[in-house]
């Protein structure tokens, strides 16, 4: 996962001029994720043949790989928590940071949130608004880097699997501590990547989701919800 570091913590550039909402139909399916069937996603079958179609259509090569196109345990976890248990987000002002396919913040619209949303892939946040429109809810996509600038205020943050890289957790840890102190309840969904904070995180939930191997070292991950403690 180490080559998203690419995209998160620089400022978003112009992708080269294509129809992303076409290669986005052409190459996924409306799938549902299996821990929360009550969303529906454009969804890949396969993460290479994907990656390496983006990197030729678009003429690049090194572009981090599409993880708008794939259901991430963290994602699942976070989301099916959020449908459990929707006065979280009922009423209240949201933010998907990093929402790859919008999965999370689906939903959280689905549980009553008004929900933001923001990623810098012009896949992700392409991909986001397909997602949004196929469940019928109303997301708020944002394609600038937020870890750039002051955290937006919110009543609750949701951050699914951010914290695979040393650099990047640190950053987002420090985002979110800001936002923390702006008053901002901050939940997380991670399998426990390697550079997860525990010692200053509290235990929600846990949840075992099914996950494809072609991304994972395993085809179940035991995946928690977390609160960032005061």
């Known amino acids: 996962m180490e080559n998203h570091l690419r995209s998160w913590g620089c ?3 112009a992708a080269p001029d294509v129809n992303r ?18 969303v ?16 030729d259509e678009l003429g690049e090569m090194g572009l981090p790989p599409p993880f708008w196109a794939f259901a991430w345990a963290g994602g699942q976890a976070l989301a099916r928590y ?28 689905q549980s009553g949130a008004d929900v933001m949303a923001a990623d810098i892939d012009l896949f992700a946040t392409t991909a986001a608004g397909m997602n949004a429109e196929l469940n019928e809810v109303t997301l708020d ?35 979110l501590r800001v936002a923390q102190g702006q008053g901002s309840s901050i939940l997380i969904g991670d399998p426990g990547r390697s550079y997860l904070p525990k010692e200053q995180l509290e235990k929600l939930a846990e949840y075992n989701v099914p996950v ?18 005061a």
């Open 11 to 13: 400022e978003n550039t």
């Open 40 to 55: 529906k996603l454009h969804l890949a079958h396969e993460a290479v043949p994907l990656w390496q179609k983006t990197e």
């Open 141 to 175: 996509i944002h394609s600038n880097d937020l870890l750039l600038i002051s955290p937006p205020q919110r009543d609750v943050i949701l951050v699914g699997d951010l914290f695979y890289e040393k650099g990047l957790a640190k950053r987002v840890l420090a985002w």
């Open 212 to 229: 494809t191997r072609e991304l994972e070292d395993a085809d179940i991950k035991r995946t928690a919800v977390w609160q960032l403690r």
């Open 82 to 109: 959020m449908i459990d248990t929707p006065d979280i987000a009922r009423g209240r002002s949201v933010l998907d940071l990093a929402t790859g396919s919008g999965l999370v913040g689906i939903a959280a619209a």
């Open 21 to 38: 909402e076409e290669f986005i139909r052409l190459n996924t399916s409306v799938l549902s994720p299996p821990l929360v069937p009550e």
